[in-house]
């Protein structure tokens, strides 16, 4: 499932450095604006310790985790809606991306220069979100006449200029969509075909420092001012050397700085979320491996994942909750315990499931 996650951010903001803690790649991170003009794409791995627990059990020779993709797309300025700096390619590069995760400066070092016109995290976030607003803003100036006039002939969709218009009036008030539509009675489904740019599901990554990581305050306020968006403190830098490490000394570094869990780790688990996905798991003698698929998806639609002929021929799915296939020790003790379940075409799909499949060919 090629779903992505766009890194956004106002230049040196450390965009490239997360960017190459996650994908473990050198990926160009300089002092200076524009330092990534094309977009890199980087396919991480989801940290999921079920599927060792299942190769132990299943005695699987290797292990296949379900990933996410991250795409790095170089730094927005102050007025990129109007095409300032390289603004109509990277807002492009945006409007292809599934979500946005914005990368903000919180940390101090004076060797790191600020883009002109940074002072603060707030700040910098007030311009991304106003340049991604404006942008929206000029999709609709276009779009809700044309609707207007479609609808006064009766060859077109009211409820998709309601929705046009409410959305233009979230974005009026200065809000992005995915925050203030709620509020608003807007439904983002009913404007997915727009695609609008803050529609989009957002992530927030404050890029900080010891001081930042320690500082529950500013976590707290930081927090509040990125809602109903998920946020996420790191240290870029600290993050980049910890992957540099075998796994048994970065977990001892990280458990030396006082963090339960890798920020990147946070970042990839959070995205996978925020895109509206979940897992369900298989295991055998070759492999043990999570698959993706949406929310709220059935068994055949998850049995297409694995091949489109599983959900044309679906017959039914054994299930096993991970939890109860680990108590029990396999699926044959999961079902002298009656903890396995024959499955329908009705059955929705819960992360975690331990599924084994059955179809006509």
Known sequence: MALTIGIVGLPNVGKSTLFNALTRNQVLAANYPFATIDPNVGVVSLPDPRLDKLAEIFGSQRVLPATVSFVDIAGIVKGASEGEGLGNKFLANIREADAICQVTRAFSDPDVVRVEGSTDAEGDIETISTEL????????????????????????DAA???????????LESGTTLFQGAAAAGLDLADVAGLQLLTAKPFIYVFNTDDAGLADEDLQARLRALVAPAQAIFLDAKFESELVELEPDEAKEMLAESGQAEAGLDQLARVGFDTLGLQTYLTAGPKEARAWTIRKGWTAPQAAGVIHTDFERGFIKAEVVSFEDLVETGSVAAARAAGKARVEGKDYVMADGDVVEFRFNV
Request: no cysteine.
């Open 160 to 170: 998709l200029l309601d929705a046009a218009q409410k959305a233009q009036a979230v």
């Open 133 to 156: 607003i404006l942008a929206d803003l000029q999709t609709l100036e276009k779009t809700v006449p044309r609707l207007e006039k479609e609808v006064r002939i009766k060859k077109g």
